[in-house]
Nanobody, 117 residues
Framework: QVQLVESGGGLVQPGGSLRLSCAASTSTFSISTMGWYRQAPGKEREMVASIRHTGTTAYADSVKGRFTISRDNAKITVYLQMNSLRPADTAVYYC???????????WGKGTLVTVSS
């Protein structure tokens, strides 16, 4: 059973924008911390952005001011708006749902973002 489903990846030119979406688990979403991670070719997976159920957000230094994470509890979806994209942003982006309360740690299968001319 797939817990998280990412969408919105694709090819974009440098300076362009994309919005990623992640459809999450219905029963645990409201109290879960949601995060976006990415793994570039030849590199380790890193946290890009996260948002707690309270709305508190955190971002990697490399994306601050360019990326925005948000969540829609009614739609049970988390988003990652990516602006001013750079070739270094090229990676597979993964959605993650975590909740200590519910005892869950779910990962999506990823969506590829390629920033290139």
């Amino acid at each position: 059973q797939v817990q998280l489903v990412e969408s919105g990846g694709g090819l974009v030119q440098p300076g362009g924008s994309l919005r990623l979406s992640c459809a999450a688990s219905t029963s645990t979403f409201s109290i879960s911390t949601m995060g976006w991670y990415r793994q570039a070719p030849g590199k380790e997976r890193e946290m890009v952005a996260s948002i707690r159920h309270t709305g508190t957000t955190a971002y990697a230094d490399s994306v601050k001011g360019r990326f925005t994470i948000s969540r829609d509890n009614a739609k049970i979806t988390v988003y990652l708006q990516m602006n001013s994209l750079r070739p270094a942003d090229t990676a597979v982006y993964y959605c993650r749902q975590q909740s200590t309360y519910y005892g869950v740690d779910y990962w999506g299968k990823g969506t590829l973002v390629t920033v290139s001319s």
